[in-house]
């Protein structure tokens, strides 16, 4: 990975701002908003049932309630972890309604990544090829699917890191000092950023219907993951003393969430633009996958010039 200049730095973050304008990211960020809230009873229970089977559904549960009470409140981690409840399959209903159920919450739950991976070609200026609609409908739902699993396997990384440092913290402050425990609060920071950059560059990689290379991925996902981490304490703060959802009563959670989801698409996005410019850039191989095609007015040719004597 090539060492880059404040003026190469510049230049980058110039040009993604200029394409993400250009996209309308405010638009895209909406779409997914909406679908994002007919997904979360089926993305819970399979990211809940996934990691449970390693550390316990309710342990699972306690963490994904933590995560959220401190991005957007804990009203709303309760509001949601309740859709969880009521969207489960167990009881006593005959099977042939348990299996339509959890057909239409993997459905629910894998549309959010189908429209997340639409959004995305858009930005990088393609588009699904018709001649293989079919075969390309079965993939997208099963990398869907595999996206959603990975979430859960990041998801359990986070919650044994966690608790490795919650236990190691208390020794360190009782034997070494402040000082020390001070060290494995940046090492905790460190480690969330390795894991948010860790699923960004997995969803570069699967989601859109592009041939990238991985260096240019995980310059761009950490990119997003800085930006992403730094903007959650913001938000959070703007969250915690402006109240936005004050006068929205009851409907007040759903905004809360529909303001969050779309921050989160908007980071997202800007990082995808980023990922495109620094690989044209560099002269990294960018192209359209076997079942895509550049979108009409678009070619292969890099929009920004390769830099020159590259290492």
């Not at 994904?64 to 509001?79: D, F, K, L, P, V």
């Not at 299996?99 to 629910?108: K, N, R, S």
């Not at 303001?259 to 044209?280: M, P």
Request: net charge neutral.
């Amino acid at each position: 990975m090539k060492l880059l200049k404040f003026k190469e730095i510049k230049n980058l973050l110039v040009e993604t701002a200029k394409r993400w304008m250009a996209a309308d990211p405010f638009r895209e960020s909406a779409v997914i908003s909406y679908y994002t809230i007919f997904a979360i009873p089926g993305l819970m229970i399979i990211i809940i049932w996934a990691a449970g089977l390693f550390f316990g559904e309710e342990a699972v549960r306690g963490e994904i309630s933590n995560q959220i009470s401190e991005m957007i409140g804990s009203g709303t981690a309760e509001s949601v972890e309740q859709i969880s409840k009521e969207a489960s399959v167990e009881g006593d209903s005959h099977w042939f309604m348990k299996i339509i159920g959890i057909l239409a919450l993997v459905f629910g739950a894998t549309t959010l990544f189908f429209q997340l991976q639409k959004s995305l070609n858009y930005l990088w200026d393609v588009e699904a090829d018709p001649d293989n609609n079919f075969t390309k409908l079965l993939l997208d739902r099963a990398s869907s699917l595999g996206l959603i699993l990975v979430i859960a396997f990041l998801l359990l990384i986070s919650l044994v890191i966690s608790s490795i440092i919650t236990v190691a913290s208390g020794f360190i402050s009782e034997y070494f000092g402040d000082e020390v425990a001070v060290l494995v609060k940046v090492l905790d920071f460190v480690l969330s950023i390795a894991i948010i950059s860790l699923l960004f560059g997995v969803m570069y990689k699967v989601l859109p219907d592009v041939e990238i290379q991985w260096k240019s991925v995980w310059v761009g996902a950490i990119v997003t993951a800085v930006l992403f981490t730094l903007g959650k304490e913001l938000l959070g703060l703007y969250f915690r003393f402006a109240d936005p959802t004050s006068s929205f009563g009851a409907a007040g959670t759903i905004i809360l969430l529909i303001l969050w989801v779309n921050y989160s698409c908007l980071i997202l996005f800007f990082g995808a633009e980023f990922t495109q410019v620094y690989a044209k850039k560099f002269g990294h191989p960018l192209q359209p996958s076997s079942h895509a095609k550049w979108r009409a007015g678009f070619s292969d040719k890099p929009k920004i010039a390769p830099a020159k004597n590259q290492s």
